[in-house]
């Protein structure tokens, strides 16, 4: 078996990959998940019990709509202004990175962006704390794990505006208030599902308060109004989520994954530290448990390492083009057994250079 520190798209446990395989065979007396109709009861109940599970697994209070979109977290860019940022009003942005640049670009688009803070002259290696959000902003927008830096932001940032959260590589990876938030959305390829599938978690109050017309598959009032079926939803996604979802509940559910996915982060964090050859990118405290970024203090060292971690069945730890070094992606899909293999694997090749 290869231990996959791959960043995604959609990294989930065998046992849902096989279940996922059988219902493209048969789901039901006989026919394939992709072949029965969206609008049967059988698959009405796969698109209920995943809105259930999300709200469920996330503790999501009353007054909030979950829905199953697509266009992945890059349609939500443009989406979030559409709906909420209003003629002549402004939005706030924490830029940590770039799909937060990303975020704010499409925003431009729609309305007035102010940036409250950013870290692009240190390579986005830490999250800003020290900023201001005005409080005549029509919400507040930033992304909680950083996938590309591997930079974490705990801890929602205190405002009064509506808050906006990008939580596509770190949802379902440790525990969360939702009502700190007013609309939140993921990518569902990291630890939801397979790519194809959006979730959005919206305050149903949050939506309606702007005059613009909104195209009705951008408008997130038209799928609350269908339960997500405006239009066909990607079926096969929503259901390998569903399989993904009653898993996670299985194992304990979130709060059980959290200190799985912390002490995962630990231990690779702890052999970064001790080891002479590694050394961490971002600032400790900042330090992502989903995405851990780290490079070699010689260079010249990082092709043989990689070679020797695959020869170990390591696999898609190469960082990314932006960063450089290693990236070991640690999702809730990944056992810690794996860390440990990859520890080992950092112990051993210390022990290969001394000799
Ligand atoms: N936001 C974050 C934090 C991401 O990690 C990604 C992709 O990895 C995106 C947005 C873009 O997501 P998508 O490819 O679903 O548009």
């Known amino acids: 078996m290869k231990h996959n520190f791959g960043a995604g798209p959609c990294i989930l446990p065998q046992e849902v990959f096989k279940q996922a395989a059988q219902a493209v065979l048969d ?202 079926m405006y239009n066909t939803p990607p079926v096969f996604s929503i259901y390998v989520a569903l399989l993904n979802l009653r898993w996670l509940k299985s194992k304990g559910g979130v709060a059980q994954i959290e200190a799985e996915n912390k002490a995962k982060a630990e231990a690779l964090y702890r052999e970064i530290d001790r080891n002479p050859l590694f050394k961490g990118t971002c600032k400790v405290e900042d330090r992502s448990r989903m995405n851990v970024c780290f490079v070699m203090e010689n260079p010249e060292l990082e092709k043989p390492f990689l070679k020797y971690a695959e020869e170990n069945g390591i696999v898609g730890i190469k960082g990314h083009r932006s960063v450089g070094g290693f990236r070991a992606s640690l999702y809730n899909a990944l056992p810690i057994t794996s860390v440990h293999a990859l520890v080992e694997a950092m112990q051993l090749f210390e022990e290969k250079q001394a000799k």
């Open 27 to 228: 789901f039901n007396d006989g026919l394939s998940i992709l072949e029965i109709s969206h609008r049967t009861s059988e698959f009405e109940a796969v698109v209920a019990e995943a809105e259930k599970l999300v709200k469920e697994l996330l503790n999501v209070p009353s007054g909030y709509s979950v829905l199953f979109l697509q266009g992945g977290a890059s349609l939500q860019f443009a989406m979030v202004p559409m709906n909420l940022l209003g003629d002549g009003q402004t939005a706030s942005y924490l830029d940590s990175g770039v799909w937060a640049t990303k975020a704010l670009k499409e925003a431009k688009f729609v309305g007035n962006v102010n940036v409250v803070a950013s870290s692009k002259e240190a390579n986005y290696t830490y999250i800003p704390k020290d900023f201001e959000i005005p409080a005549d902003s029509a919400y507040f927008h930033y992304t909680s794990n950083n996938t590309i830096y591997g930079t974490e932001l705990f801890d929602v940032p205190a405002t009064s505006v509506p808050v906006v959260c990008d939580m596509s590589s770190d949802i379902m990876s440790r525990v969360i208030d939702v009502s700190k938030f007013d609309l939140i959305y993921a990518g569902a390829q990291k630890n939801v599902g397979p790519a194809g599938l959006t979730i959005a978690i919206v305050k149903n109050e949050v939506l309606g308060k702007i005059d613009r017309k909104v195209p009705s598959m951008l408008n997130y009032q038209s799928h609350i109004d269908n339960g997500s």
